[in-house]
């Protein structure tokens, strides 16, 4: 049997091809956009990708399992379980629905489906035995977002991302038992998650790309808890706030999307003032000067999760930074299936951050923004600070004049940096950074 996993840094996400090297035939699971990558590995082994297989509909990034059945004219094979309102709409033909206990083969390989809910309700992971390779017990769990190394899928993004009320719980009930299901499987079945560390489909996963089941039963929380309510209360507290983009991933997913196709950003002749600015250098570039009310993003592995909440998806925006950069976080805007940079422009030094160290805070600070999570808020925070979360900075009203002296700050500095290009897009203009954020503010 030929086993390879793929990692996307940007998406923190896992993929895997498997073939049967009897038959020559592989299978890829849960594919995202990139097709090209299993397509080359496939070509360089002598492979045929003949079937793709998808854990649930993914919330984080645009799926590539359609993409696999009219491009490479694959069978796919997708999940017939929950609720159907909630289900895969508008398939390719050589789709296949299947449900717990259904078989899927490639070549001498066999996929057992196990429905797995609680993550989403669909969610099914899949049970490998390479009888190939003259095994009769299976190998491997591909866990999907159902089984992280250290942690679980979260059960809410339902509710929060699409607003389905009272998901959160139904789907942590789920998920309590989807773990007791997992009793009567050996310890030795190896675990492929879906996702690895910088995910937020979780609030703790682990940084190695593979476990084992009686490793996780040791040191994974969630196999811990044997009271439910316990459970649900663990599970549900303190996650992080989702990118507003899980929404329009939802519905790409869901309905289906356009293939991608690779297009180049150019340098504009004329700036568009109207439209959103993302400058993509370091923030200590960014303070060292820029353009004022351009939202600084840095193209490094945490670009999606952070850039997400700024996104709408029925406009353009303009980039900033050198051409290859630019260039590169368009192709990594696709696989969230944003396709609206309009073009390019360098980066501009028209004004510095004003920053304070956080410990010359004294607390007695007449206008304060916190743009910390509710959690991290809720753990301490300064008296009269105005609470609103980085990621509806764009939308909520902010309670102060524009010219006050308004004091900002995260957990360390870097959700701030971000915050001055928003607060200065809406017109405020005297807005200091606090340097390494609350962690270090002494009040």
């Avoid at 991302?161 to 942590?172: D, R, Y």
């Avoid at 309009?342 to 007695?364: C, E, F, H, L, R």
Wanted: hydrophobic fraction near 35%.
């Amino acid at each position: 049997m030929f086993f390879k996993q793929f990692y996307n840094d940007h998406l923190s996400h896992a993929s895997y091809l498997i073939g049967c090297q009897r038959t020559n035939e592989a299978l890829i699971v849960d594919p995202n956009k990139d097709l090209q990558q299993y397509i080359d590995v496939a070509n360089k082994e002598g492979f045929t990708i003949t079937q793709a297989v998808e854990t649930h509909i993914h919330a984080d990034y645009a799926s590539g399992i359609r993409d696999v059945a009219k491009l490479l004219n694959a069978h796919i094979h997708v999940s017939k379980e929950g609720d159907d309102s909630l289900g895969y709409k508008n398939m390719p033909d050589n789709t296949h629905f299947v449900g717990h206990d259904d078989i899927i083969k490639v070549g001498h390989i066999e996929l057992k489906v196990l429905h797995t809910p609680g993550h989403t309700p669909e969610s099914i992971s899949f049970l490998l035995t390479d009888i190939g390779g003259g095994s009769s017990v299976p190998m491997g769990l591909f866990t999907g977002d159902f089984l992280f190394i250290g942690d679980i899928g979260r059960p809410d993004l339902l509710e929060k991302a699409v607003s389905v009320e009272g998901s959160t719980e139904i789907g942590a009930k789920a998920m309590f038992k989807s773990i007791q299901s997992t009793k009567d499987l050996p310890d030795y079945i190896q675990i492929w998650p879906g996702h690895g560390a910088g995910s937020p489909c979780g609030k703790a996963l682990g940084a190695i790309p593979m476990s084992t089941l009686g490793y996780e039963r040791e040191n994974n929380w969630a196999f811990k808890i044997t009271d439910e309510s316990q459970f649900i209360d663990a599970l549900t507290s303190e996650q992080p706030d989702p990118p507003t983009h899980f929404a329009k991933m939802k519905e790409i997913n869901q309905f289906g999307s356009e293939l991608i196709s690779p297009y180049e950003v150019y340098p504009l002749a004329h700036d568009d003032k109207s439209l959103l600015h993302f400058d993509l250098r370091s923030r200590e570039a960014f303070h060292g000067g820029h353009q004022r009310g351009a939202i600084n993003i840095p193209y490094d592995k945490n670009f999606i999760n952070q850039i997400g909440f700024y996104l709408n998806y029925d406009e353009e925006v303009i980039l900033i930074g050198d051409r290859d950069t630019v260039n590169q976080a368009a192709k990594t805007l696709q696989w969230i299936g944003f396709n609206q940079v309009k073009g390019y422009i360098k980066p501009s030094t028209d004004i510095m951050t004003n920053t304070v160290d956080a410990a010359a805070i004294t607390g007695q600070e007449e206008h304060i923004l916190d743009i910390r999570s509710q959690d991290e808020y809720n753990r301490g925070h300064i008296e009269h600070a105005v609470h609103i979360p980085h990621g509806r900075l764009m939308k909520e009203d902010i309670p102060f004049n524009h010219d006050d002296k308004i004091y900002v700050h995260c957990q360390s500095g870097l959700r701030s940096s971000i915050a001055i290009g928003i607060l200065e897009h809406r017109g405020f203009t005297n807005i200091i950074n606090v340097k390494e954020g609350y962690s270090k503010i002494n009040v």
